[in-house]
């Protein structure tokens, strides 16, 4: 057999090898990243003070906004005001919706809503 051709295997072999070598090594760090994700979550979601089936509201409400549906007033609900206050205060820090309680300064969207038109800046301007 001509050396080079065995050569040539040698090496595909060896690259097979460091490639499976590889792949192994790819999940294993893929399931790091998916486990310390988690914890993130997990602790997130235990630093929040809120009721299971609030959270569970939320985040059902989260996705009916992602998937581009309406999103219920939640100041008109039949929850109580502290359950409103939690799920508010849950729902300003990830911006997802708006409960009709502007007082951050923002609108629906998350776009500010102080001087919109810059008029401060523009009478500083002036003199």
């Not at 990243?33 to 509201?57: K, Q, S, W």
């Not at 005001?81 to 820090?93: P, W």
């Amino acid at each position: 057999m001509n050396p080079r051709i065995a050569k040539i295997k040698d090496e595909i072999e060896k690259t097979k090898d460091k490639v499976n070598k590889g792949q192994i090594r790819l999940r294993e760090l893929e399931k790091q990243l998916t486990d310390l994700e988690n914890a993130d979550i997990v602790a997130a979601v235990r630093g929040v003070d809120i009721a299971p089936d609030e959270l569970a509201a939320f985040i059902r409400v989260f996705r009916q906004k992602q998937q581009g549906g309406t999103v219920p007033n939640l100041e008109t609900s039949d929850k109580s005001d502290m359950a409103n206050a939690k799920t508010a205060d849950l729902s300003e820090a990830t911006g997802s919706y708006s409960t009709g309680n502007n007082a951050a300064g923002t609108d629906a969207t998350g776009t500010s809503t102080a001087n919109p038109n810059n008029d401060e800046e523009d009478s500083v301007n002036e003199n």
